[in-house]
């Protein structure tokens, strides 16, 4: 069990070395400084913004409701509601584990993102009274501890009450210690983002291995494999060596909100590649500087094909509870699950031969 977790976690990084290497870049006139201008402005920023601030949101609530030994249902659903927030936001900078974002115990999304959680762990941490968080044990906080801590039990009642008195004194400190943990966590990314990494990141517009269009093609990819391969494969059984689905292996397994995530992880990666922002702007992106090399018009139209059979395919999905769903009829997520195998050629290998890019990492995807 520690194994899978530990796979999990490492795998939101996914590996180090490079499994492609082009000859250098396409000779074309896009102006990369532009669209590094704008995906920082208009994507990166805007959602670590609003990350930090659903985290902020989270620990004053926490700081307001755990002040006092008893914990109604009332305040349990304000906590819960505060941390689905978190969570749902938290998608859309799943594809930015670079610069600010590279930490001590690894990245942003390593650290706050690691799941399944360790509730052995997380049990453990709470009778010891250890709220440190300063280790390698990632699944034991972030996201993943806020899922199992505030939905966890079999009713509200029955987690208002692990809560309350003496005896949920260290669990309300664990509580209100990963969710400063996570503020501090993103507030410190959000911040540097805005004071002097953008300019760092616009002023590298190469596209060699250090460049940020490397870096921004080579996090997109770690981010699609993550959520195709362990937000999706893993549970469905789909991995090499499994011999059976794990549907207890998906992200926020008690909250219910798996599939959501995955819809809005999806669509975070679909906008980076586009440039098709939520409110209808359309801003410079990886399909416009492809439609500016020779062939890249043909692999934009199969992208988009693709990722509109995507679409299609997660609508059909009509059981929101993920678990369940993979547990008694999981035939419409292996087909999801199949359809997003399709594309990672499109962004990945084709991708990066047209427009010059080495892919910086090894997944084991096969494309």
């Not at 906080?141 to 008195?165: K, N, P, V």
């Amino acid at each position: 069990m520690r194994r899978a977790r530990f796979v999990i976690g490492v795998a939101i990084v996914l590996l180090t070395t490079s499994c492609a290497d082009n000859s250098g870049p396409v000779d074309s006139n896009f102006d990369r400084t532009g669209m590094l201008t704008a995906i920082a402005d208009r994507i990166i920023i805007p959602s670590y913004d609003s990350a930090s601030t659903a985290a902020a949101d989270l620990a004053t609530t926490c700081q307001g409701a755990l002040g006092d030994q008893t914990l109604d249902v009332a305040e349990l659903i304000k906590l819960r509601e505060a941390a689905r927030m978190l969570m749902r936001r938290t998608q859309h900078i799943a594809s930015f584990n670079f610069g600010p974002a590279e930490g001590d115990f690894g990245t942003l999304m390593q650290e706050i993102g690691t799941f399944p959680c360790d509730t052995a762990g997380v049990a453990s941490r709470i009778a010891s009274a250890d709220t440190s968080l300063t280790d390698f044990r990632r699944d034991t906080r972030g996201l993943a501890a806020l899922d199992y801590l505030l939905w966890g039990s079999e009713s509200d009642q029955q987690t208002a009450a692990l809560f309350s008195g003496m005896q949920g004194t260290s669990r309300r400190a664990y509580l209100l210690a990963v969710a400063i943990r996570l503020r501090a966590e993103l507030t410190t990314v959000s911040s540097q983002w805005k004071s002097t990494y953008r300019s760092t990141f616009i002023s590298r517009s190469g596209t060699d291995a250090g460049s940020s269009v490397s870096l921004l093609f080579n996090e997109l990819n770690k981010s699609f494999e993550l959520l195709k391969n362990f937000k999706l494969g893993l549970p469905l059984g789909l991995r090499a060596g499994q011999t059976s689905a794990e549907p207890t292996k998906i992200e926020a397994y008690y909250s219910g909100l798996s599939y959501e995530l995955v819809g809005l992880h999806f669509r975070s990666i679909k906008e980076i590649w586009s440039g098709r922002l939520s409110d209808g702007t359309v801003i410079p992106s990886f399909r416009e500087y492809l439609l500016a090399v020779v062939n890249g018009p043909r692999l934009v139209e199969d992208t988009e094909a693709q990722l509109a059979r995507i679409d299609a395919a997660y609508a059909t999905v009509s059981q929101s509870n993920m678990g369940e769903l993979i547990r008694s009829n999981p035939q419409a997520l292996v087909a999801l699950h199949t359809e997003l195998q399709k594309l990672t050629r499109f962004i990945k290998s084709e991708m990066s031969s047209l427009l010059g890019i080495s892919i910086t990492y090894s997944s084991g995807d096969g494309d």
